[in-house]
C-alpha cells in the first residue's frame, strides 16, 4: 500500500464567508452545478462535473454569524485530487474565507481495507508521537482542552494488553465496554485521533491541525495523515510506548520521523518544510548545531 491508494476526505472550517460563496468558490474550480440543500446543517453543496459532492455546511461551533460561517466537506478524495484540493482552498481565499483561532482542519481515513491490529497501530504511531505531531501542527491548549483532547491512555494501553482482532474487540478497547452504534456525537469523539467514527463511517478522524487558508499547509497535513496509515498498515507491529517532547530536538526528531513515515525527497520538500516549521531546534542536528562547525 502506498499513499496513491488510501482515500481520505477533509473538513475545512471557515469564517467570512457565506455557505453560497464557499460552494460557488468550489464550483469554480471543479465545475458542476450549485444547489441549496438546506436541512439542520443549512447546507449548499457543489456537484462537480465528475459527480462527487462538494458541501459547505454550518457549524455553530465557530464564532461568527451564522450567515458567515462555512465548514467545507469534500467528498472521498485520494493523493492524485490534492491539486484540486488546493486550488479549491485557494479559490474559497480570494472569496474571502479567513480562520481565526475557532478554525480547524479534520482529515477522515478510510478505513475500509484495515484489519483492527492496523487500526490498533495506527492509534499506538500517533500515540507515541502525539506531543511531536501536535507541536508541528500547532494545535492550540484551548483546542486541547476541548474538542481535541490528547489519545486516552488507557485505551493505548487496553489496546496494547488485548491486542484486538476484531472490530467489537477494539470497539470496546476505545469505549471501555461495547457501544457498536455510538451516537453521532458520542464525546469520545472529541480527542485528536478519532475513532469513534469508525463504527459509523468506517473512517478514523485526525482532528489536531488548526485552520489554514494556505493550501501548502491544508495539503502538508493531509500528507501527514496519508504517511500515518500507511505506515500502520504495513507495519507488523507498533510501539505503544510513548516519546517523551524535547524542545532542543524537537525538528530533527520530526524530520526523522517523517523521513522514517517516507517523506523522503523533492516531491514532500515542501510538505516537511511546512510540518517543521513551528518546531525549534535544527532539523539537521540532534543537539544543536556543533561549535566546530560555526567556527
Given at each position: 500500500m502506498n499513499l496513491n491508494e488510501q482515500t481520505f476526505g477533509t473538513e475545512l472550517e471557515y469564517v467570512r464567508i457565506s455557505r453560497e460563496s464557499a460552494a460557488r468558490a468550489i464550483q469554480s474550480v471543479v465545475g458542476g452545478d450549485v444547489r441549496y440543500v438546506g436541512g439542520s446543517y443549512d447546507a449548499w453543496e457543489c456537484r462537480a462535473a465528475d459527480g462527487r459532492v462538494w458541501r459547505a455546511v454550518n457549524d455553530g461551533s465557530l464564532d461568527a454569524p451564522s450567515h458567515l460561517r462555512a465548514e467545507v466537506v469534500t467528498p472521498i478524495l485520494k493523493y492524485a485530487d490534492l491539486d484540486t484540493l488546493q486550488e479549491v482552498v485557494r479559490a474559497l481565499r480570494r472569496?474571502?474565507?479567513?480562520?481565526?483561532?475557532?478554525?480547524?482542519?479534520?482529515?477522515?481515513?478510510?478505513?475500509?481495507?484495515?484489519?483492527?491490529?492496523?487500526?490498533?497501530?495506527?492509534?499506538?504511531?500517533?500515540?507515541?508521537?502525539?506531543?511531536?505531531?501536535?507541536?508541528?501542527?500547532?494545535?492550540?491548549?484551548?483546542?486541547?482542552?476541548?474538542?481535541?483532547?490528547?489519545?486516552d491512555a488507557s485505551f493505548i494501553e487496553r489496546s496494547a494488553s488485548r491486542k484486538p482482532r476484531s472490530s467489537g474487540e477494539l470497539n470496546r478497547a476505545w469505549f471501555g465496554r461495547s457501544n457498536l452504534n455510538p451516537e453521532h456525537y458520542d464525546p469520545s469523539r472529541y480527542r485528536d485521533l478519532n475513532l469513534a467514527t469508525l463504527w459509523r463511517t468506517h473512517t478514523v478522524e485526525i482532528r489536531a491541525a488548526e485552520g489554514s487558508t494556505h493550501a501548502g499547509e491544508v495539503k502538508a497535513v493531509i500528507v501527514l495523515c496519508l504517511a500515518l496509515a500507511v505506515k500502520a498498515k504495513t507495519a507488523k507491529a507498533a510501539s505503544a510506548a510513548k516519546r517523551e517532547y524535547n524542545e532542543a530536538s524537537a525538528k530533527y526528531d520530526f524530520r526523522v520521523f517523517l523521513l522514517r513515515l517516507g517523506l523522503i525527497g523533492d516531491e514532500f520538500k515542501t510538505v516537511r518544510q511546512h510540518l517543521l516549521k513551528r518546531l525549534p531546534g535544527s532539523a539537521a542536528w540532534k543537539n544543536g548545531r556543533p561549535a566546530a562547525v560555526n567556527a
Open positions: 472569496a474571502g474565507a479567513r480562520t481565526t483561532a475557532c478554525c480547524s482542519q479534520h482529515v477522515h481515513l478510510g478505513m475500509e481495507n484495515f484489519t483492527p491490529e492496523q487500526i490498533a497501530n495506527l492509534a499506538k504511531i500517533f500515540y507515541k508521537q502525539e506531543e511531536l505531531i501536535l507541536k508541528a501542527l500547532g494545535t492550540s491548549e484551548s483546542r486541547l482542552a476541548h474538542y481535541t483532547r490528547r489519545t
